[in-house]
């Protein structure tokens, strides 16, 4: 589960890498708009045509800050995951890049691929679908802008 979210991470990061207005790169995603430090907020899951509610980000410590991912221009991303009671923050470094709405991460765990549902200056939303077992799985997240 944690490559399925540093994945997602990943992937998020990857989408200010490239600098196209929508009208530039075939209706895809405006790389600018993801820069910066996103919080997870929300996360919903979908199995074999079947969705369960969308929920609080389950990754997030009580007691923590919010686990996030910051999306630097040059095309590196920083992944900050809160992992325990004393917040214990585990770091995880890569490079992402865009095309279109298609987000590639990859970091020490792989490569990931996500498409951006939705970008605004404020909210981020993401999702990933992949089969196993021949049954085919998604998984959305929405991140929030967090305060500079």
Do not use: H
Request: net charge negative; hydrophobic share 35%; with cysteine.
């Amino acid at each position: 589960m944690k490559k399925i979210l540093m994945g997602a991470s990943a992937l998020v990061m990857a989408l200010s890498l490239n600098s196209c207005s929508s009208d530039d790169n075939g209706g895809g995603v405006s790389a600018a708009k993801l820069e910066g430090k996103w919080e997870f907020s929300k996360e919903k899951f979908s199995a074999a045509g079947q969705a369960l509610p969308e929920e609080d980000y389950e990754g997030n410590q009580a007691g923590c800050s919010k686990d996030y991912i910051t999306m630097s221009e040059t095309g590196t991303y920083v992944w900050g995951d809160y992992w325990d009671s004393e917040c214990s923050l585990d770091l995880t470094e890569g490079t992402w890049s865009l095309d279109g709405k298609t987000l590639t991460m990859t970091d020490e765990f792989g490569t990931d691929e996500m498409t951006v549902v939705s970008v605004s200056s404020t909210k981020l939303v993401v999702k990933s679908v992949t089969t196993e077992g021949g049954i085919e799985w998604t998984e959305r997240y929405t991140l929030t802008k967090a305060a500079q």
